[in-house]
């Protein structure tokens, strides 16, 4: 009975695994997005793929010198990958910040790489 149980725990454990945040592209730069919308820096630097505490820090300080005050995103919406095999990728997204740095529209769709790392997608910036 004691196997039982742990093997569904087991189970349910890769089950739910599966439906993380950043178990497929799509749901990596969904993420990644709301945690810049919600001014969350740390939390969308860490959807970025990294070798180090450095480079992690260094992503969250780009994040917000891009989208501080008025820059910051005010929509966005993810519109699914647009190229994908078991361990790279490339989603469409669109966003919309509050008043554009110089040179640069209000309103843009991206193609985000992305990187599969571990069980785990990555954007990829490198």
Not at 60 to 82: E, P, Q, R, S, W
């Amino acid at each position: 009975m004691k196997k039982i149980k742990l093997l569904i725990i087991g189970l349910l454990a890769i089950v739910f695994a599966g439906c993380g945040e950043q178990s497929n592209p799509e749901k990596t730069v969904k993420a990644f997005h709301k945690a810049i919308y919600e001014k969350d820096f740390g939390t969308a630097a860490s959807y970025i793929l990294s070798t180090n505490a450095e480079e992690q820090a260094a992503y969250t300080k780009m994040l917000k010198d891009i989208y501080k005050g008025d820059n910051a995103i005010i929509n966005f919406h993810v519109y699914g990958a647009a190229f994908s095999t078991k361990d790279a990728a490339k989603v469409a997204v669109s966003t919309e910040v509050a008043k554009a740095p110089k040179g640069m529209s209000a309103k843009d769709v991206m193609i985000i790489p992305l990187v599969k790392s571990e069980g785990s997608w990555y954007i990829n910036l490198q």
